[in-house]
């Protein structure tokens, strides 16, 4: 047979230690002021005796105070208010190496057990985007890309060909620039210029070689399947100083006879992305793909022009894809 048993509330548990430990102080302090008249072969026993009740009063006392007091809800809410803050602080955080902070971020995005449980591969997926999210911290990223271009016959070649500018803005990760490097997926294509700038200082460069990808030093395009040949270009020393800097390309792609499918795939991740390109020689816009969620991209297409824009970041791999080709009516 089971019983009941109530528990003590915390303030009858500290009012009983309280009254017990100045009782025990009292009894300490009485046989104190009695010790004139003990035997002088017990006085020495009799003084360690009155010092233990009275040290033992005090000593129930104070803890019984800070027992009540660590256990009031009051309390426990202002110490856990004040780790938190302490937790989460910039200071706090800055101090956490790449381990711990993947740790911390992995404890506060874990699925729900009952989730984990039905399906232990979003643990994985988390994972994974735990580690892109943080590899901001140790690769290059760059923002507002912007392209501008026109679709138009070149009469020489015969074909379709998409002439753009390109512009975005790169930021210096652990102390350096990456390498300026742009990878295509044919070698029908030309870079006719690239343009560095930052506080007035200004690099041209009209010498832009198309070269077999394979000759690459960058690995992202080394081991992209879809690029064919790569451009690059090593940062000036004069913009190394610089904690960003904006890049400028012109760039022209050649389509096959009355087509041509223009593409862009972001390969680092990019902070607001914009297009636009206008139709000439009557050159039309057969059809556009956008790689990634649907919802972040906006597009408006009519036909002999498009836009297609993203204020959200983009992700290596997307990107949208663009078939120009020549009216045959």
Known sequence: MQTNRSKIEPHRLFLWCFVLGIMVLLIGIILESHVHDINKDWVFTYSILCELFK?????????????YILSTEEFIHYIKDKLINIIISKDFISELNHDERKEMITAVLKPPKELADIYSGI??????????????????????????GTASLDKDKNCVRVEADMSYRIYKVLGEFEKLAVGFEDDKVEVKFTKIYANGNEFYNNVCDIEDKAKSTDNIIKNDPAVKTCSSIEIPEVFRKENQIDVARRIVEYGEDHWHMFSFRGTLPVDKFNLFIACQDGIEIKKYITYGPSENFKVFNEKDKITISCNEWMQPGLGVSILFALNCK
């Open 123 to 148: 643990n994985h997926y988390l994972n994974k985007r735990i580690d892109e999210s943080l590899l901001l911290f140790h690769k290059p990223f760059r923002s507002g890309y912007n392209i501008t």
């Open 55 to 67: 040290n033992l009063g005090i000593a129930i006392t104070i803890s019984s105070v800070f027992t």
